[in-house]
Each structure stands twice: as structure tokens, then as C-alpha cells.
């Protein structure tokens, strides 16, 4: 068969991949990006389903809007406002098939082939995937623990005049980082000065261990004149509430927004009616709260047996920032003492020792660093995750 050229620019994901390795018995995984689906609230998405099958029955099993379904419109509205961004009304949003969804219509709005798009090196793996398959080519700004580094992103938006600048501020997959207030709102105003469209992907931004984390950009953009109308905000229930809802949001610019409805439009009409209508009813019912302090307490402590077990059994031979939020250590090895200093030579080491994880080196767009890993302590209890890494000590 003769495919479409743009399968050219794309592989499939390495992630994917890996998880055909993992029904071995008895293996431990740090390799996934999803929650822990113990802690889904069942009791609460039950009772939402029915109440959604017992108010709107005809609405809930119905094809319903492209935009979305109004009354979850309403809520998710309500949510964005409860974080702080104030101005967000139910008419400034989409509905998408999780925010995945949000980063194809922006990839189908907004890339042509050739066109430059900024990411950060490292970032979601998806993002690469779909950008590049739309023809993107994509320039790799440096992140530190405190998110991209805005001097460098700057003389990158001079350089090249990118289409847009993709980031993940809270918590990101794969880094772990947290975009400071301040480097924020050097974002925004970069966004101003060259005219330039930032896209801020926010699935992890609730899941903080400690101190909430600062505002999102979209909340900040109150205080940027001008920076609203360059700004593309990407929300999900699927890391807090259910990724088998596959609910997402975009807030973006009315004009980006027709757009986007468009080719939802012909993709797949509509987001599940039925899948919308019982995450409004959950998120009426007002117990939302309730779920997030459970899992950030869960993820905390999860988060911080994963942290003490690599220093204490891999020590000096790796090197990562403990997270403050999220789902994943990123960590270096650092080769110490001789030990091992790639991250794909240990992957396969570590499966043979019954544990895995992903490789960094898929993450980047550009100039990978081979030495990088991600490790997900999401799905693993804290014995498991002790267990886990005493593993990848025996593994080095």
C-alpha cells in the first residue's frame, strides 16, 4: 500500500511499545503515564452515570453539539474559575476527546508543513508524534527544575518566529518540572512582544504534594495585556477523575476555537454525550475536592518512598529533583563509579531484573540526552516501588 507521506515523520510511540515487554509475571512498572485506577471514585461516577440516565436521558444518549455538551461546559467553566482563572466563560471552551484531542486540533488549525513549533526538551511524547505528523518541525527549548528556560526560549522565538510554543508548566511529562511564577509571566510577555501563540497543556496541574502550585498562564494573562488572545489553554479529567471518560477541554481565542470545532467536526462530531453528561453530573455533585486531596495524599507518599528508595539504593549513580506534583521522577544517570550511563542499555537491564521504565531518549524532539529516564510511581505501592528500585540497584 502507498501511505500518506506524513507517516514518514513518525514512529510508533516507544512507551507503547515497551508495555508489549511487560507481561512477564511478576514484573514491577514504573514505565506507564495513567493513574492508579484503584483510586478512581467508582461510587461517585456511578452515581453521577445515573443521575445523568435519570435527569437527561435523551440528551446523555444523543449526538449532542460539537462544541460540547452544554451543562458540562457549565461546570468545567466553574472549575477553571474555582482555580482562579476568573473570566473563563462556558462559550470560551471546547469539549475534546481528552486533551490529547485539543493537541491534534491545534496540530490540524495550526501547522502546515514546515512550520516551526518551540516544545520543551524533554516533553510529552504524544505532542512530538502529532505535531510531526502534521509537518511540524520542532525546535527543542532547554528545561531546568524550574520549568523552560524563558532567555533561551526568547532568542529562540527571534531566531526561528515559530508558529507556536507548546509547554507543559505544572508538573510536566515527562520532566517533573514547575514553570516559576516569574519565568510564567516572561512567557506571556514573550507571547506579546512577537505576536507568538502559546499553548499551555495542563493535565497534571491539580496533582501538587505540597503548596498549590502557582497560577496557570491562563489565569496569569489577566495581568498581561494582550496575552489572552495568544494563549491556548489544554485541561483534562483524565489524571484526577477517569481516563476512560476521555473528557478534555481547550480555552483558546474565539477564532482558533471555530477552527478547531471545525475539524472536531469531522474527526468525530462530538465527544461522547453520554461520557459528558456523567462528568457534569460528578462535578455538580461537588466531589471533585474530596478526590484530589485523596490522591495527592496517595501520589505524595507514593512520590516520596520512590525519591528516598534511588538515593538510598542507586545513590550517587543518579541524580533527579524529588517532585512536588505529578506522576514521574525524571532522573539522570550520572555514571558514577563506573556504573552504567545510558538510559536504553538500562531499560533492557532492568527488564531482565523484572522492572520498567522509559527510556528518556523518545522525549526529545531534539538533541536527546541518552543518559535520561522517566519513572512513573503512579501505579505502585510504596512497597512495590521499594521493591521496584531495589531492582534497578541490582540492574546498574
Known amino acids: 500500500m502507498q501511505f500518506a507521506d506524513r507517516l514518514n515523520n513518525v514512529e510508533t510511540s516507544a512507551i507503547r511499545e ?23 471514585d467508582v461510587e461517585g ?6 443521575k445523568a440516565l435519570d435527569e437527561e436521558p435523551g440528551a446523555a444518549l ?18 477553571m474559575q474555582a482555580k482562579g482563572a476568573l473570566d473563563v466563560a462556558p462559550d470560551q471552551l471546547i469539549v475534546t476527546t481528552g486533551s490529547q484531542q485539543a493537541l491534534d486540533l491545534l496540530g490540524k488549525t495550526m501547522i502546515s508543513p514546515g512550520d516551526k513549533v518551540i516544545v520543551e526538551g524533554p516533553t510529552f511524547l504524544a505532542t512530538i508524534q502529532c505535531f510531526r505528523l502534521y509537518g511540524a518541525h520542532l525546535i527543542s527549548a532547554p528545561v531546568d527544575s524550574n520549568g523552560v528556560d524563558t532567555d533561551k526560549l526568547e532568542q529562540l522565538i527571534a531566531e526561528h518566529k515559530p508558529k507556536m510554543v507548546y509547554l507543559i508548566p505544572t508538573f510536566g511529562n515527562p520532566s517533573g518540572a514547575m514553570l516559576s511564577l516569574e519565568r510564567r509571566k516572561r512567557v506571556l510577555e514573550l507571547a506579546v512582544k512577537y505576536q507568538t501563540l502559546i499553548v499551555e497543556d495542563d493535565p497534571y496541574g491539580d496533582l501538587y504534594f505540597g ?25 483534562s479529567l483524565s489524571k484526577v477523575l477517569s481516563p476512560g471518560l476521555r473528557v478534555g477541554w481547550m480555552i483558546a ?3 482558533l476555537l471555530a477552527k478547531a470545532t471545525m475539524c472536531k467536526q469531522f474527526s468525530d462530531a462530538h465527544t461522547s454525550t453520554f461520557a459528558q453528561a456523567t462528568a457534569a453530573q460528578y462535578l455538580k455533585a461537588g466531589r471533585m475536592p474530596a478526590t484530589l486531596a485523596h490522591v495527592r495524599k496517595v501520589y505524595a507518599e507514593r512520590a516520596l518512598a520512590m525519591g528516598d528508595a534511588l538515593r538510598e539504593q542507586l545513590g550517587d549513580a543518579i541524580d533527579f529533583v524529588q517532585p512536588q506534583g505529578g506522576l514521574f521522577v525524571w532522573a539522570r544517570l550520572t555514571g558514577a563509579n563506573g556504573k552504567i550511563s545510558n538510559g536504553a542499555e538500562f531499560a533492557k537491564r532492568a527488564i531482565d531484573k523484572g522492572v ?11 538533541d536527546p540526552d541518552p543518559s535520561t529516564l522517566r519513572l512513573s510511581f503512579a501505579t505502585a505501592d510504596v512497597a512495590r516501588i521499594q521493591e521496584g528500585v531495589a531492582r534497578l540497584a541490582q540492574a546498574l
Open 45 to 50: 461516577i456511578r452515581e453521577a452515570t445515573n
Open 211 to 235: 503548596e498549590a502550585p502557582p497560577p496557570s498562564m491562563l489565569t496569569l494573562s489577566s495581568q498581561v495585556p494582550g496575552s489572552r488572545e495568544l494563549l491556548a489553554h489544554c485541561g
Open 253 to 255: 481565542p474565539s477564532e
Open 62 to 79: 444523543q449526538y449532542g453539539a460539537t462544541e460540547g455538551y452544554q451543562p458540562l461546559r457549565e461546570q468545567l467553566a466553574a472549575f
Open 18 to 40: 515497551l508495555f508489549k515487554l511487560l507481561g512477564k509475571p511478576g514484573i514491577i512498572s514504573f514505565a506507564g503515564g495513567f493513574p492508579d485506577s484503584a483510586m478512581f
Open 356 to 366: 520498567a521504565f522509559v527510556p528518556g531518549l523518545p522525549f526529545y524532539a531534539a
